[in-house]
């Protein structure tokens, strides 16, 4: 049987939290360590206690088991409920709790790690490349669209352009060079993040006011 082909046998049977969990915890270690080629779902399951079956009946296939991956450290750091606005929020708290969180993220050694090793197989291993793409800045983007479209449907801020303004706001966070230094090793990632999102937040309010 290939690495990814459907376990028919699993289909319809109850899965365990408690190993799920141990998958990913496994095949995030794995992936970090060898990449998405160099990672067999095979490798996987003796990593994580388990069977190839259970794998795949949580896993239908290695790809959806990295964007899995990635999406649940997202998840962890920046859940989705953080983008959303209601009536009578404050735009300034919530971007200011946003930043912070994407800093904490991206300033991670599991995403550092994580990053250089995207860097050093991107010519080889595009794929993974592909699907962290998908699974961690895509999704972190489009909530961050969604954001700002609805502050601007309750007139909070008026925003034309939302998919330009949030890259506007990651790109005034992550610096120049700030996040260069700390990927390449040439500087250690600050220990309070607050007053750089503070001051970015005070831009990008003033820069998008009504």
Not at 25 to 45: Q, R
Not at 110 to 115: A, G, I, R
Not at 143 to 149: P, S
């Amino acid at each position: 049987m290939s690495e990814q082909s459907p376990i028919a046998a699993a289909r319809g049977r109850p899965k365990d939290p408690v190993k799920r969990r141990a998958i990913l915890d496994a095949a995030k270690v794995l992936f970090l360590t060898h990449g998405f080629a160099g990672t067999s779902m095979d490798a996987v399951a003796a990593a994580a206690g388990v069977s190839k079956l259970t794998v795949y009946n949580h896993f239908s296939d290695k790809e959806t088991l990295f964007f899995t991956a990635v999406e649940s450290k997202c998840e962890d750091q920046m859940p989705l409920p953080m983008f959303t606005l209601e009536q009578g929020d404050s735009v300034e708290e919530m971007l200011n709790r946003i930043g912070v969180a994407f800093l904490e993220m991206i300033d991670s050694e599991e995403s550092l790690h994580l990053m250089r090793l995207l860097c050093a197989m991107a010519g080889q291993d595009a794929e993974m490349a592909r699907l962290f793409y998908e699974a961690g800045p895509k999704r972190t983007m489009s909530g961050m669209e969604r954001f700002l479209r609805r502050a601007t449907e309750l007139e909070l801020l008026d925003v034309a352009d939302p998919i330009g303004a949030a890259e506007f706001f990651f790109g005034m966070l992550q610096g120049g060079c700030r996040h260069t230094l700390i990927l390449t090793g040439c500087s250690e990632p600050p220990a309070d993040n607050r007053p750089l999102v503070s001051e970015v937040v005070r831009r990008f309010v003033r820069a998008y006011a009504v």
